[in-house]
């Protein structure tokens, strides 16, 4: 069992910057692969960004050139940042740990953008 605890949601005002975290309570292999999700009331969970453990990354096509993730293993911990936030970036993020056979979910950390 893996415990994934996410921080750094808060308000901020549109134009503004977050810097979500997500430590894991072990080591993550090398298969793995680490995320950010979302979710907003009535809507499906849908994936921010993910990257390997080799570095490749993805992103959703309306936070590219906006939000970064990085990833440090030695740390268990993953990084996104987020710059020139939305009002429509408000939400719910999920940190998620995925890999072969399993996928593990933190508890979520509110995100607002709101003037």
């Known amino acids: 069992q893996v415990q994934l605890v996410e921080s750094g949601g808060g308000l901020v005002q549109p134009g503004g910057s977050l810097r979500l975290s997500c430590a894991a309570s072990?080591?993550?292999?090398?298969?793995?692969?680490m995320g950010w999700y979302r979710q907003v009331p009535g809507k499906e969970r849908e994936l921010v960004a993910d990257?390997?453990?080799?570095?490749?990354?993805k992103y959703l096509d309306s936070v590219k050139g906006r939000f970064t993730i990085s990833r440090d293993d030695a740390k268990n911990t993953i990084i996104l940042q987020m710059n020139s936030l939305k009002p429509e970036d408000t939400a719910v993020y999920y940190c998620?740990?995925?890999?072969?056979?399993?996928?593990?979910w933190g508890q979520g950390t509110q995100v607002t953008v709101s003037s």
């Open positions: 072990r080591s993550m292999d090398t298969t793995s692969v």
């Open positions: 998620a740990l995925a890999g072969l056979g399993y996928l593990y």
């Open positions: 990257i390997t453990s080799d570095g490749f990354s």
